[in-house]
C-alpha cells in the first residue's frame, strides 16, 4: 500500500458498507484517489456456516463460522483488517458510507449520520423492511467501534426524487398521500445513476441530452427511465416488493389477490402474506428450483418445465416494462444493463432483447459475452445496448468525501 508524500494518506480511508438482510458488502479505498484497498464479502448472516471473504492484493481470504448478526458481522470485518494487515489502527479509518435502501420524502440527498437521522432512518422501515433494518445495524455497529469517523448516508431512493407526482403518486385517495406518504419511492437509485452516467461517457455525448432506460438485474430488479440524467419513473414503487418478477419477489400484481390467499390459506397475518411475496415467490416459487437465474438457466437446458416458465416470466416483466419506458420517454437512445444478472447473463439479455426489434433494439452475438463492458448493440441498431458494471461502492465513497 503506498503512502503519499506526505505519508499521511494512510490516515484517510473510507468504507462503503452495503448491508443486506443476511449480507454485509464492503469496500475500503484510499481517498480521494479513488484506489481500492481492499474489499469483502459477509454472506448468511444469522444462518448457520456464515461466510467472510476479504480480497486484498490478489488473495482471497475465506472463513466460514456462525455469524449471528450484523453488528458481530461488523467487529469480524474490523479485526479481519488488522489481522491481515490491512489496517494498523481502527483509527486509520475516517469515513465510513451506509448504503441506505429507503429515504422516504424526507431525504433528498445524503447526510451525515447523526443519533437523530440513524432514529429517522429505522422509522422508514415500513418502506424496506429487508433492507433498512440491517442498513441501521451497521450504522450503529460502525459508528461505536469507529467514533472519530465521518459516517455518511446514501439513499438508494434519492436518486428518484426527481421524479414528478404523475409517475410517483399512486391512484388512492389523497389522503393516504398526504397524511401516510403512501407514493413510489423506487430503490438502486445509486446503481441507475452511476450507469446512466457512464452509459453517457461511454457513447460520447452529455447527459442532459440522453434518453436512457437503466436495468438493475439482480435478485433485486428494478428499472428506471432517465431524461436528461434524472429519474422519471422508475419499477420499484412504495417499497422494493413492487415492479418485475425477481429472484424472490413477486413484483406487481393484483392487491385483492392478498385477501383471497388469506382465506384460502387461514393466514391471519397480512404481514406474513407480505412476507411470502417478498422471500418465497418470484423465480423461487415458479421454479420452486432456486432463486438464483443460474439455477434457473441449468434447469431449463434440461427441460424443467417449472424453470423454463420461471425464466420466460422474468423475461416477460422486465420486456413489458421497457415497452412502457419507450413511451414514458417518447423513444430512448439507449437501454443498459448492469448488476449480477444483467452484467453476467448473456442468455437474459439476449432473451430481452429479441423480443424488441420492433422498437429498434438488436444485439451483436459476437459482443454479447460474458465479462463485456460497454456497446453490445450492432452498429445499424436505433436504439443502443450497453453493458455497464454498476459501482454503487465507489458511489458511495465520493458521497462520505464530500463531508469529510
Do not use: C
Amino acid at each position: 500500500m503506498s503512502k503519499s508524500k506526505s505519508g499521511e494518506r494512510n490516515m484517510s480511508k473510507t468504507i462503503a458498507i452495503n448491508a443486506g438482510s443476511s449480507s454485509l458488502k464492503w469496500q475500503l479505498y484510499e481517498m480521494p484517489e479513488e484506489v481500492v484497498i481492499a474489499k469483502g464479502l459477509i454472506e448468511r448472516i444469522g444462518l448457520s456456516d456464515s461466510v467472510s471473504t476479504v480480497s486484498f492484493e490478489g488473495d482471497k481470504h475465506v472463513v466460514v463460522k456462525d455469524i449471528h448478526n450484523h453488528t458481530e458481522a461488523v467487529s469480524i470485518l474490523m479485526n479481519d483488517l488488522k489481522s491481515l494487515k490491512i489496517i494498523e489502527h481502527f483509527s486509520e479509518i475516517s469515513g465510513t458510507g451506509h448504503r441506505v435502501v429507503a429515504g422516504g420524502e424526507l431525504f433528498k440527498s445524503s447526510v451525515l449520520i447523526t443519533d437523530e437521522i440513524a432514529k429517522q432512518v429505522e422509522e422508514l422501515s415500513d418502506l424496506a423492511p429487508l433492507h433498512n433494518p440491517a442498513n441501521v445495524a451497521g450504522i450503529h455497529a460502525f459508528r461505536a467501534l469507529l467514533p472519530n469517523a465521518t459516517h455518511v448516508a446514501v439513499f438508494d431512493t434519492a436518486f428518484h426524487t426527481t421524479m414528478p407526482p404523475v409517475a410517483f403518486r399512486y391512484p388512492v385517495p389523497n389522503d393516504y398521500y398526504e397524511k401516510y406518504a403512501v407514493r413510489k419511492y423506487g430503490a438502486h437509485g445509486t446503481s441507475h445513476m452511476y450507469v446512466a452516467q457512464k452509459a453517457a461517457e461511454y457513447l460520447g455525448q452529455a447527459p442532459e441530452s440522453l434518453k436512457l432506460i437503466t436495468a438493475h438485474i439482480g435478485n433485486g430488479v428494478s428499472l428506471t427511465a432517465v431524461d436528461g440524467g434524472k429519474s422519471v419513473d422508475t419499477s420499484m414503487g412504495f417499497t422494493p416488493l413492487a415492479g418485475v418478477m425477481m429472484g424472490t419477489r413477486t413484483g406487481e400484481l393484483d392487491a385483492s389477490v392478498i385477501p383471497h390467499i388469506m382465506a384460502k390459506t387461514g393466514i391471519s397475518d397480512v404481514a406474513e402474506v407480505i412476507d411470502i411475496f417478498n422471500k418465497k415467490s418470484g423465480l423461487a416459487g415458479i421454479s420452486e428450483i432456486s432463486s438464483d437465474m443460474r439455477d434457473i438457466i441449468k434447469g431449463r437446458a434440461a427441460g424443467d418445465a417449472k424453470a423454463t416458465l420461471a425464466f420466460d416470466m422474468f423475461v416477460n416483466r422486465i420486456q413489458k416494462y421497457i415497452g412502457q419506458y419507450l413511451a414514458v420517454l417518447n423513444g430512448a437512445d439507449a437501454l443498459i444493463f448492469t448488476a449480477g444478472i444483467g452484467e453476467n447473463s448473456a442468455e437474459v439479455r439476449d432473451a430481452i432483447v429479441s423480443g424488441l426489434s420492433w422498437f429498434g433494439l438488436d444485439i451483436d452475438e459476437s459482443k454479447n459475452v460474458v465479462g463485456v463492458d460497454g456497446v453490445i448493440s450492432t452498429p445499424n441498431a436505433k436504439v443502443k445496448v450497453l453493458v455497464i458494471p454498476t459501482d454503487e461502492e465507489l458511489v458511495i465513497a465520493r458521497d462520505v468525501d464530500k463531508f469529510k
